[in-house]
């Protein structure tokens, strides 16, 4: 049968690579009307004098006084009254708009009037797209006296009203052309709001004017714009805001995976800066967004560019440079490094090996996959020769198992194994390897990329590894939780494994439920425990689908496997090995079409100790039962779990405390470089947190990553004194002093560490952090703990 399934998977492979799938391509400038178009929030004030420094891409003085942008957008996000212009509004926030924002003698229109006199426009006029606000049937029933939104003949005339309006007032401006009109909302809902989109399409149209929107990757309708009347559409990317520091999920790849979907469907691509670029971080990230442009050619096509809501187009000398360079057509190059001369060989799996220079600082390795390579399944080591105290030695540094199609942004993906070395560790060269599947993949020197940014994600041998705090600090309020919190910070018994299930419709007394959210999460984990290496056959989850009341089966399933570590894949430590199962099965056990009882299977037939089932969830997942099997006879009563990623909560009020610990977070091997979901408290109280890494292991380093944000009263923490135990019970000093010193700073998180020239072995790291005295008043707001082998 081994055969059958080689030759499924070659059938499968050829398919798919000779299906005929016609990109569209990139939009070119003379359909879109535009090359360089700038959103210009308007919500502040707009200076002539700022409006200056804001066209020619200068920062604090006139660089030049060429304007850089052909197009400006001009978006307003809240009215006089605070309504949001993304949402429901009434003619009287559309009428201020119009007349005060926009058309009024100190509004922006003439402000960039009097800026452009001042500056060199090579006699053109500078295109301007104005906003639509949102126009909603349901939110707008009462949009005025007498117009009725609900109402087809009503919104139409508020729409012709407010672009009738536009296009009158906007002939006062001879220095200025109106291009047309922009979509406010990112995305389009099905039903209502496509007709409603229809209806502004053709009002625009009618009026000569062309209608642009800018949907986030995923957005519903993205890539059906064209249907909905849209003339221009540009894809936004989003990796600025949701880069692992930001508290997001995507790493660099993003940008080319966004890159081939808008050439494919036929949009542009938005040029994205977080918070004007002005730390080093988001200049790279910037950087980045630029040199892909060169690299996958959208630097040549109808680009948007968000360069965040102020008076200046960013907050660095640098962002400003490079942007200036990239819309005059210089090529910018990236902070990651590809097309090296990797060394290729075969022998019986693949490697890639290449030699690292003195001037690189490598942070990980991306792996660029293409359609081709949707159906390879298989684990990549990444590991290092590194230098240290005279000595040099293979290392490994990273580890990712590639199983089933867990891809993201459609087949373009890519895979990111990072990995952080000690401060004197230096890396002389890298070897990736690709093992396992009944195939290889095909890579070339283009598809592994070197990235030297740091990446907001530690590996380590802590990573994933259950803790505790105290005093207590976790509170939560789960929507469909466990019968016992305990599963959050230790592995224990609740309603995965009391042997009581529904074959039928879904129970919430029987189940534990998440819902799919790629801000919080991108997989739903689930750690397993056997207590010692059990020899397994299968294991079952019982859970629920058909799509009733949101509650559906996942998009994908697997289970990871080790004897070393709790498997917590991409998170697993370097050093874990780790084996990957794809769901064999899935059986229907009963009830209606829409609301279904049922199970995964997991043919394992191996040895282990430790499990992780992951999911990749669509809408809400409900699980009710985790069973294990040995030749058919249930052994579930050996079963300890828990969660690595939380079941969904309710909102937590601020009587219980704004920044309590949701028990996964400061080992998920993620850093957070900014305040968001992170763990604080006053620094006038007193916190233990103790990591157990559930077996003995050789620790080098300790570190804790806490934010520095002087404005907010946030700073590090100023004692933390760390010590080991092999037993829970006795401590010894980490590093003989135990007390940790200040590291390096990625944006408001900053390191905490203690190096040791020798390893201790431990199971149990703690870290006590004492009273501030000197700042009571202040947080200590903490992101991550970390043990490095």
């Known amino acids: 049968m081994y055969w059958v399934g080689t030759l499924f998977i070659i059938i499968a492979i050829f398919y798919d690579n000779a299906a005929n799938r016609i990109d569209i391509g990139f939009p070119t400038v003379v359909q879109a009307g535009f090359h360089h178009n700038a959103l210009l929030y308007i919500d502040g004030d707009h200076s002539p004098e700022k409006l200056m420094l804001w066209l020619t891409g200068s920062y604090e003085f006139i660089e030049s006084r060429n304007v850089i942008f052909d197009t400006i957008t001009l978006i307003a996000e809240k009215t006089l009254s605070g309504a949001s212009t993304a949402y429901s509004t009434n003619k009287q926030d559309w009428t201020w708009l119009l007349e005060t924002k926009l058309f009024s003698k100190y509004g922006i229109l003439s402000n960039l009037t009097q800026a452009l006199n001042q500056l060199d426009n090579k006699n053109k006029k500078l295109q301007i797209i104005i906003m639509i606000p949102y126009t909603d049937s349901i939110g707008q029933q009462n949009f005025s006296l007498t117009w009725d939104l609900s109402l087809q003949n009503h919104r139409q005339q508020a729409i012709q009203w407010y672009v009738d309006t536009v296009k009158g007032k906007m002939k006062q401006y001879s220095m200025l052309h109106l291009w047309g009109?922009?979509?406010?909302?990112?995305?389009?809902?099905?039903?209502?709001?496509?007709?409603?989109?229809?209806?502004?399409?053709?009002?625009?149209?009618?009026?000569?004017?062309?209608?642009?929107?800018?949907?986030?990757?995923?957005?519903?309708?993205?890539?059906?714009?064209?249907?909905?009347?849209?003339?221009?559409?540009?894809?936004?990317?989003?990796?600025?805001?949701?880069?692992?520091?930001?508290?997001?999920?995507?790493?660099?790849?993003?940008?080319?995976?966004?890159?081939?979907?808008?050439?494919?469907?036929?949009?542009?691509?938005?040029?994205?800066?977080?918070?004007?670029?002005?730390?080093?971080?988001?200049?790279?990230?910037?950087?980045?967004?630029?040199?892909?442009?060169?690299?996958?050619?959208?630097?040549?096509?109808?680009?948007?560019?968000?360069?965040?809501?102020?008076?200046?187009?960013?907050?660095?000398?640098?962002?400003?440079?490079?942007?200036?360079?990239?819309?005059?057509?210089?090529?910018?190059?990236?902070?990651?490094?590809?097309?090296?001369?990797?060394?290729?060989?075969?022998?019986?799996?693949?490697?890639?090996?290449?030699?690292?220079?003195?001037?690189?600082?490598?942070?990980?390795?991306?792996?660029?996959?293409?359609?081709?390579?949707?159906?390879?399944?298989?684990?990549?080591?990444?590991?290092?020769?590194?230098?240290?105290?005279?000595?040099?030695?293979?290392?490994?540094?990273?580890?990712?198992?590639?199983?089933?199609?867990?891809?993201?942004?459609?087949?373009?993906?890519?895979?990111?194994?990072?990995?952080?070395?000690?401060?004197?560790?230096?890396?002389?060269?890298?070897?990736v390897a690709f093992i396992g599947s009944s195939w290889l993949p095909s890579l070339a020197n283009e598809d592994l990329i070197i990235e030297q940014i740091p990446n907001g994600i530690a590996l380590q041998a802590s990573t994933g590894a259950p803790y505790r705090i105290s005093p207590s600090m976790f509170s939560y309020n789960p929507q469909y939780g466990d019968t016992t919190i305990k599963t959050l910070s230790n592995f224990s018994r609740g309603l995965l494994t009391d042997g009581q299930w529904s074959n039928d419709q879904w129970e919430p007394t029987m189940s534990v439920g998440w819902l799919d959210n790629t801000y919080t999460h991108s997989y739903i984990r689930i750690a397993l425990d056997f207590t010692a290496i059990t020899n397994i056959d299968e294991i079952t989850v019982r859970l629920h689908g058909g799509s009733y009341g949101s509650i559906n089966w996942p998009n994908t399933a697997r289970l990871l496997i080790s004897s070393d570590c709790v498997p917590f894949s991409p998170y697993s430590s370097s050093d874990c090995t780790v084996k990957s199962y794809p769901c064999t099965d899935r059986i229907i056990t009963g009830s209606k079409k829409t609301d279904q009882g049922g199970l995964l299977l997991f043919k394992v037939s191996s040895s282990f100790r430790w499990a992780t089932v992951e999911f990749q969830p669509n809408a809400w997942l409900m699980i009710d039962e985790v069973q294990a099997f040995v030749n058919g006879n249930d052994i579930s009563h050996l079963v300890n779990y828990y969660f690595l990623t939380p079941p969904t909560s309710k909102s937590v009020s601020s009587s219980d405390g704004a920044y309590l610990d949701d028990g996964v977070r400061l080992n998920d091997g993620a850093i957070a470089g900014i305040l968001g979901p992170i763990t604080g408290w006053m620094k006038n109280e007193l916190r233990t947190i103790t990591i157990d890494l559930l077996i003995n292991r050789n620790i080098r380093e300790t570190s804790v990553w806490a934010l520095i944000k002087p404005d907010w009263a946030i700073s590090p923490p100023r004692s933390v004194i760390v010590s080991t135990s092999l037993d829970g019970i006795k401590w010894i000093l980490f590093g003989q002093q135990g007390q940790m010193q200040l590291g390096e700073r990625m944006l408001d998180a900053q390191r905490l560490f203690i190096t040791t020239a020798n390893s201790t072995l431990a199971r149990y790291i703690k870290f006590d952090f004492v009273i501030d005295e000197v700042s009571p008043g202040w947080w200590t707001m903490v992101s991550e703990v970390t043990a490095t082998n």
Not at 226 to 242: N, R, S
Not at 284 to 296: F, K
Not at 374 to 392: C, D, H, P, Q, T
């Open 181 to 431: 009109i922009y979509l406010m909302r990112e995305d389009i809902s099905l039903g209502i709001n496509e007709q409603i989109t229809l209806e502004i399409s053709s009002i625009v149209h009618s009026r000569q004017l062309r209608l642009i929107w800018i949907p986030y990757a995923s957005a519903i309708s993205w890539n059906n714009w064209t249907q909905l009347g849209i003339d221009v559409a540009i894809l936004q990317p989003g990796y600025a805001f949701a880069s692992p520091l930001m508290q997001g999920t995507f790493n660099a790849g993003r940008l080319r995976a966004t890159a081939k979907l808008a050439q494919q469907y036929g949009l542009g691509v938005e040029i994205e800066s977080h918070q004007g670029s002005s730390t080093d971080y988001e200049i790279a990230l910037l950087q980045n967004y630029l040199a892909q442009g060169s690299i996958d050619g959208y630097q040549h096509v109808p680009t948007v560019y968000f360069l965040g809501n102020y008076e200046s187009i960013a907050r660095s000398k640098k962002a400003c440079d490079l942007l200036r360079k990239y819309t005059s057509g210089i090529r910018i190059e990236p902070t990651f490094i590809s097309n090296g001369k990797w060394s290729w060989t075969k022998n019986p799996n693949i490697e890639a090996k290449i030699g690292v220079s003195s001037d690189m600082r490598p942070s990980g390795i991306r792996i660029n996959w293409s359609p081709k390579h949707k159906y390879w399944f298989g684990r990549v080591l990444v590991e290092g020769f590194i230098a240290m105290n005279n000595n040099s030695t293979w290392k490994m540094l990273s580890s990712a198992e590639i199983g089933e199609k867990t891809w993201r942004d459609e087949d373009w993906s890519s895979t990111l194994l990072p990995f952080s070395l000690l401060s004197l560790e230096k890396i002389l060269s890298i070897r």
